[in-house]
């Protein structure tokens, strides 16, 4: 079994910036593929951003495209989103999942593709 953790969620103002962060139990997530997704009261979980266990491809949905990054950090063995211009529609879970060990390097994107999730951390964005 593979722990998933997620920090870094909070309050922001419409406009700010929050970066979230995501551990796994895994000594290393140099061969996993990670993606966030989230979801908002009332609604589906959706694709937010993934990356590849090349660390090389990354995928955004149209709506964060321009605005967050999803990028790896070996040094401290996480993977992290910095989410800038930060609108209330942005407001949801937020949730961490990594895809063990997959086949190909690229990213994926659905959330069906992952193995393991985390509890998620709650991103509120006021107006």
């Known amino acids: 079994q593979v722990q998933v953790v997620e920090s870094g969620g909070g309050l922001v103002q419409a406009g700010g910036s929050l970066r979230l962060s995501c551990a796994t139990s895994r000594l290393t997530l140099s061969n996993d593929a990670m993606g966030w997704f989230r979801q908002a009261p009332g609604k589906d979980r959706e694709s937010v951003a993934a990356?590849?266990?090349?660390?090389?491809?990354?995928y955004y949905a149209d709506s964060e495209k321009g605005r967050f990054i999803i990028s790896r950090d070996s040094a401290k063995n996480t993977v992290n989103l910095q989410m800038n211009s930060l609108k209330p529609e942005d407001t949801a879970v937020y949730y961490c999942?990594?895809?063990?060990?997959?086949?190909?390097?690229?990213?994926?994107?659905?959330?069906?593709?992952?193995?393991?999730w985390g509890q998620g951390t709650q991103v509120t964005v006021s107006s």
């Open positions: 990356i590849g266990r090349n660390g090389l491809s990354t």
């Open positions: 999942a990594a895809k063990i060990s997959p086949l190909r390097s690229d990213y994926y994107s659905s959330p069906n593709e992952y193995n393991y």
